[in-house]
């Protein structure tokens, strides 16, 4: 059995950079944390280029790590260093970046015909890491065929947007587009209705239509949709708030209308 | 105008003293950070002791603050000491402890008749602060009646869930009891139906009945809800998961069944 390397092993250091994100984008890299992400990252083909994993992690998680070319054995400091959970589980996987073409999703994920019953999110400006993970990992329970992070959103690759998904970054296709209007073109000349989820919108989300093709567009945490983004969509949609709350945030927000989509497209009445 | 307390000031020590659990629980005393906290305890008769405000936020706040009978000027340093936000507003409130007894919550808020559209939520363990704000705000905004926190649930008083609620603390009556059997059993005989929303469940959420009055009840974001406390529901509901996730996380649950309830108890098809 190989010695565990330390934290000042130059592969641990080099792989420790990554929790910057300007050094994940460059070298299009990331690590994921915890045994439900390596196994997802060990799903597909040419994503995990080694696992870093304490040798207690790797007795523990042996048949999530079955499928790895390469275990890398690190010590219990070495690990803390990679991880940046609060109790790290002692499996951390360094990945290739995943992120497809916009043209890529929008054109292989097309409807077959206005009545497909598809599902598809635009996220404009998300700011928060965990609020991105929980819509990737909500969209996918939703049976979303992939998600946009548009706009200046934050990073997917960012730690805390892997945890939140729990796993879910691996499951679905995630393009990132920095221009919102042109996310909401592409999905619509694919086939798509774009519906902009709208606190002021003037389709209340029970009345609508949601069997056919539908991608949602959602806003920032704090400001919402710019006014001339949300025109782009086909249509604005409000959720329906009683009691004295002025709104939900973004992540229930968005469970709201992705599972009103998938029970109008999945469980017509 | 009198000059601003500073950090070393008594009352504004006494009233740090409140950042801990054990404090607030002694003197039922906590602290609504920021204007709409604030807003949300001043509508409330016999709620805010004194506000705490910066005099930069005492003028910019100045409608908000209107109704309170005591402002208590503070510095900047003495502001952040009372505050856990990473961008303080300048504005903090001694509360009195709002919540009230479950049986005078689900007395006071009873059903009418089977047919009644009440909506009711009970969390077990939720340990999350943030996680338990959110579901109260997500219970405010689908038209609940009230909240219970049973078990070993975190403290409704804590910032972080004062904060998530956005306001909704002060909305809803809420009531702790630390039996969440006890409390199952209280909303059944008021009249309630029990649903647990649970991912094992054997009642699909979309082909349920939820027009009537209903007491949801949710678990811990880890583990969920124990075996022989689902069993204590009168159905046990699951969300219909697509695509390749498991599960959604607590409070992104809770939204989906809540606004569930409040299409079919609001919104007849």
Excluded at 5 to 13: D, E, F, M, P, Q
Excluded at 173 to 186: F, N, T
Excluded at 261 to 269: D, I, L
Aim: charged share 20%.
């Amino acid at each position: 059995m190989s010695i565990p390397l330390t934290v000042g092993n130059a592969r641990v250091k080099e792989a420790r950079k990554l929790s910057r994100r300007p050094v994940r984008t460059e070298r299009r890299l990331f690590l994921a944390d915890g045994p439900k992400a390596v196994e997802g990252a060990l799903r597909l083909p040419d994503c995990v280029v080694e696992v870093f994993a304490t040798p207690a992690a790797s007795e523990a998680y042996a048949d999530v790590l079955a499928p790895a070319r390469l275990v890398t054995l690190v010590d219990d400091r070495a690990l803390v260093s990679l991880s940046d959970a609060v109790s790290p589980a002692g499996v951390v996987a360094l990945c290739r970046h995943l992120d497809v073409p916009l043209s890529w999703l929008v054109e292989q994920r097309a409807p077959a015909s206005a009545s497909d019953p598809r599902l598809l999110v635009i996220c404009a400006d998300v700011r928060d890491p965990g609020n991105a993970g929980t819509v990737i990992r909500t969209a996918d329970a939703a049976g979303a065929v992939g998600v946009v992070l548009a706009g200046q959103s934050v990073d997917v690759y960012n730690p805390k947007t892997v945890r939140a998904s729990v796993g879910s970054v691996f499951h679905l296709p995630i393009a990132l587009e920095p221009d919102p209007a042109a996310a909401v073109e592409a999905a619509r000349a694919a086939g798509y209705t774009v519906l902009a989820a709208d606190g002021a919108g003037d389709v209340d989300l029970f009345g609508a239509d949601l069997s056919g093709p539908t991608a949602w567009l959602f806003g920032n945490e704090a400001w919402g949709l710019p006014d001339e983004l949300a025109a782009l969509a086909d249509r604005r949609v409000a959720i329906p708030i009683h009691g004295q709350a002025e709104s939900l945030n973004l992540s229930t927000a968005a469970a709201v209308c992705l599972f009103a989509s998938a029970r109008a497209q999945r469980h017509p009445a």
